[in-house]
Structure formats: structure tokens, C-alpha cells
């Protein structure tokens, strides 16, 4: 390993090296907090093994700082540090009203920290505040510039984890789909079948296994990009308590962000990502009857059966609520209706397959000819990376501000979706053309 890797890896380290201790309302965020911390911390273990001999002296202090990280995570992990929701809203509005003010001092102690503004954000754990000098690079000890009018901020990362959980509630697919946190750019995932691997029954102890063709890997390129909404309000929100303002935020962000999440693994349409509905990777099928109100039990079963049995155990349908009621009243041929509403932890199921009721995916009644309306597929097959970071920005320089009071506060953050599916291994059932 040359140089260049060996300065990567200290500054992956370098970003690990504050363990945040900010606090979580519950246990589960806890731990899937932590868990994306290990999972950076196993990234860079690989990596240092890699390192040649030439530089021995530094491999052996960078082995020595991963294994302090991970002792201090294990305890973390642990005993994580307990935090209200009121607590919770408080400390997230509190920051959020000083990125409004520029208070820098407060965003520092709240682990806020300001964005540059360029394609690579700015690490929170590169920067401090110190007094009489400003915002300063970790690693340099130097004032990052004249910061005074930044009006770009990053929420600490705790903070993220926190409004990430709360939107997953509110989502249909986040809790379904393959996620991991994304530490570069772009990543490329392999698409793999359910069984890849052919096995060999040998006759004697050291007999040779034969050779296997090679397979062919095909890969899809997950890229990171930003997204960006606005939370809109009056004068009046900054004489509103630090809590209140907190769930301003949180309500605004998390019902906007859930609904795009659901869209983009659903329905996008390479907008920017190609969502389940939109791929042109599944088995299209239209169902018997003319329109959508001729549709059957027969339609639901023979489309399920286009799906290797393989991969079939893992599928389950998502489609809107107003075709599940049209659905609701179909039977088969022993008069047993086909739809079964989820009961006692028991998921609904249309003809023993689950389903899910998403709001983003085509409503009964604007189904029309040549429509997808339902997709049959394994949701794990949908892979998103989150790259960390949400950044808070204010606009009030607008007509709007001047005449009516009314002024934005614009949050971004970043995130890459991709189908990783083999061809054929999923169903979009339609209408007929």
C-alpha cells in the first residue's frame, strides 16, 4: 500500500476518533448508530492489514488506535446514553435556531458544524470551534476562513440517526430494504442469484475439485446524490420554544423524506433513481380481463409463479390501499377470499404471499390501459446507502420575506438507491395495452 492509502486510512481514522456521546430516545437507534460505526471500523481494519512492512512503526499505532476505538465502541454499545424526546426536540431546535442566528458557539456545542458548500461536505468531526479563532480544521490547527456569514450548517450525526429512525415509522420501505452507510462517493454492488455456489460431493479425502466456469459478475453502480426540501414558517417561529421549533422540523422533515424514500424505491421513474415499478429488469404482466375491474385471484397466482421458486420465499407484493379493497373482494375457486388483513404480529397476505399497502404506488381509480399497478418482488433486493450528513441552510432574502414574513429553512441530504436484481426475478403485474 502506497502513500496515498496510508493518508486515507489515518484520516477515515481521524473521523472516528470522537465517539459521539449525545444521547438516543431509544435502544434500537442506539444500536443501529453504532452498528454503522463498526461497520466503518471494519472498512479501515481491512484496509490497514493491507499495508505493507516499510511502514511499520505507523501500522503499528494505527492498529493500536483501531483497537482503542473499538474497546471505547463496545461500551457504547453498551450503555448508550439516554435521551428524551423532549430532550431530543430541545437540543434539535435549539440548533436549529442558532444556524439561523449564526451562533456559532452554540452549534459547536451541540456538534453542528459548517458546511462549505462544495461536491465533498465537511466532516463535523474535522472541525472545532475555538474562541477568537473560529471554526478550525482539525488537522491543520488553522481558522477554516472568515465563517461569519455561513449560513450552511451540518446537524450532528446522533441527530441524523435520530430523525432517520422517527422517518422510518412513517415509511413503507425503509424497514424492508437493504441499507448500510455509504463512506465514498459511489459504491458497486454485485447481482447475485440466491444460490450462487455449486457444490461438489468428493469421493476421497484430497480429491481435486474441478474447476467451475468462471461466472459472470454484473455489477450496478449505486451513486450518492442530494435531495432537498423546505421547511417554510413565519416571523413568529423564532420567538417559538427550542422544543417547539424541534418538531417543526422533525414533522416537516420526516413526512417529506419517508415519502421520497418509498417513491424512489417504488415509482421513480430515473428521477434520479429507477424505482421497482419503472425497471425493466422484471417478468411484465398483464392481467386477464380488459381493465382493472375485471381483475381476478387467477391474475395474482399465475404471476407469483413467474418467479423463480428460489427467490419466490422471500417476495411479497406492494401496492396502494385502493386496489387492496378491490382485491379484498376477490375469491378462488373454493370461495375463500384471496386478501387476509394483517392480525395478531401476522402479516395480510394476498393469496398467501404479504403484502404492503404504499401510498406512492397507483390509485384504483387512475389505472388505466397499459398500467403497472403492483410489483412482486424481494424488497432486499433494493439496496440503499446512506451517505451521512444533513445539512441545514436559511433563506430569508425573498420577496416572500420582505412582504409576508414568510422565510425558509432548506435542508439537504444525501443518499443512493439501486435494484440489485437478477433479469426475471421479479413481477409488475399491469393492464392490458
Not at 481494519?45 to 476505538?69: C, G, N, P, R
Amino acid at each position: 500500500m502506497g502513500s496515498k492509502e496510508l493518508e486515507a486510512v489515518k484520516k477515515q481514522l481521524s473521523e472516528m476518533k470522537k465517539i459521539d456521546t449525545t444521547g438516543f430516545t431509544n435502544t434500537e437507534t442506539a444500536k443501529a448508530y453504532f452498528e454503522e460505526k463498526e461497520i466503518i471500523l471494519e472498512g479501515i481494519v481491512k484496509a490497514v492489514e493491507t499495508i505493507t512492512a516499510q511502514e511499520t512503526s505507523e501500522v503499528e499505532a494505527l492498529k493500536s488506535t483501531v483497537k482503542e476505538l473499538r474497546e471505547g465502541l463496545k461500551v457504547q454499545m453498551q450503555y448508550p446514553k439516554e435521551m428524551t424526546q423532549k430532550e431530543f426536540f430541545y437540543k434539535l431546535g435549539r440548533g436549529v435556531a442558532a444556524s439561523y442566528r449564526r451562533n456559532n458557539p452554540v452549534l459547536a456545542e451541540l456538534g453542528f458544524s459548517p458546511n462549505l458548500g462544495t461536491d465533498k461536505w465537511t466532516n463535523p468531526k474535522d472541525v472545532n470551534w475555538v474562541l477568537e479563532k473560529g471554526w478550525v480544521e482539525k488537522a491543520a490547527s488553522e481558522p477554516m476562513g472568515d465563517m461569519s456569514t455561513s449560513d450552511q450548517y451540518l446537524i450532528h450525526p446522533s441527530f441524523e440517526t435520530e430523525l432517520v429512525a422517527i422517518a422510518e415509522k412513517k415509511s413503507v420501505m425503509m424497514p424492508l430494504v437493504e441499507s448500510t452507510p455509504m463512506t465514498t462517493a459511489s459504491v458497486s454492488i454485485p447481482v447475485e442469484e440466491q444460490v450462487d455456489v455449486n457444490l461438489e460431493w468428493l469421493n476421497a479425502y484430497g480429491s481435486e475439485i474441478h474447476e467451475v466456469e468462471k461466472p459472470k459478475v454484473e455489477l450496478v453502480k449505486l451513486e450518492a446524490l442530494t435531495c432537498a426540501g423546505y421547511v417554510t414558517y413565519y416571523d413568529e417561529f423564532e420567538e417559538d420554544s427550542y422544543i417547539e421549533i424541534g418538531k417543526l422540523f422533525v414533522k416537516k422533515f420526516i413526512g417529506s423524506y419517508a415519502r421520497e424514500f418509498d417513491k424512489q424505491c417504488l415509482v421513480s421513474k430515473n428521477a434520479p433513481f429507477t424505482g421497482a415499478l419503472e425497471t425493466d429488469r422484471a417478468f411484465n404482466v398483464a392481467i386477464k380481463g380488459n381493465s382493472i375491474d375485471d381483475l381476478t385471484y387467477e391474475d395474482f397466482r399465475d404471476a407469483v409463479l413467474k418467479v423463480p421458486a428460489e427467490e419466490r420465499k422471500d417476495c411479497c407484493w406492494f401496492l396502494h390501499e385502493t386496489v387492496v379493497n378491490q382485491v379484498m373482494n376477490l375469491k378462488d375457486n373454493n370461495g375463500n377470499p384471496i386478501v387476509r388483513r394483517p392480525m395478531e404480529k401476522m402479516p395480510g397476505v394476498i393469496d398467501l404471499y404479504p403484502y404492503h399497502e404504499c401510498h406512492v404506488m397507483p390509485q384504483f381509480s387512475d389505472i388505466e390501459d397499459d398500467t403497472p399497478f403492483a410489483v412482486f418482488m424481494n424488497p432486499q433486493r433494493i439496496n440503499h446507502r446512506n451517505r451521512k450528513g444533513i445539512e441545514i441552510r436559511r433563506f430569508d432574502g425573498t420577496n416572500d420575506a420582505l412582504k409576508f414574513g414568510i422565510k425558509a429553512l432548506r435542508f439537504r441530504k444525501r443518499d443512493a438507491f439501486g435494484l440489485v436484481v437478477p433479469k426475471n426475478h421479479m413481477v409488475i403485474l399491469k393492464t392490458k395495452a
